[in-house]
Nanobody
């Protein structure tokens, strides 16, 4: 099990940028797949991006591809989500999640596949 804490959310104008961070506890962070999800009011939690344990492989939702970048630093037990060219439809609570699994990351796009979650951080994009 790993404990996760997100930070970096806030209020930003359309076209702006934010960088979310996810700090993880535990010595085995480098064995976990890390994902980012988001949930807007009245909507289901949706997949945003995922990175494999080494950081060498990433996968994105079509809605954020080319605008968001997921990364991780295993030496610092952190995962990040750089969000550029933000749009009002990106407004949501953003969650990081972790799972220890050999499953290819392209199959880890549903929230039910993840065991550990942070508390979430609010991102609001205004026009």
């Amino acid at each position: 099990q790993v404990q996760l804490v997100e930070s970096g959310g806030g209020l930003v104008q359309t076209g702006g940028s934010l960088r979310l961070s996810c700090a993880a506890s535990g010595r085995t962070f480098s064995t976990y797949v890390m994902g980012w999800f988001r949930q807007a009011p009245g909507k289901e939690r949706e997949f945003v991006a995922v990175v494999n344990p080494s950081g060498g492989s990433t996968y994105y939702a079509n809605s954020v591809k080319g605008r968001f970048t997921i990364s991780r630093d295993n030496a610092k037990n952190t995962a990040s989500l750089q969000m550029d060219s933000l749009r009002p439809e990106d407004t949501a609570v953003y969650y990081c999640a972790a799972v220890a699994t050999p499953t290819p990351i392209v199959l880890l796009t549903t929230h039910r596949r993840y065991n550990d979650w942070g508390q979430g951080t609010q991102v609001t994009v205004y026009s």
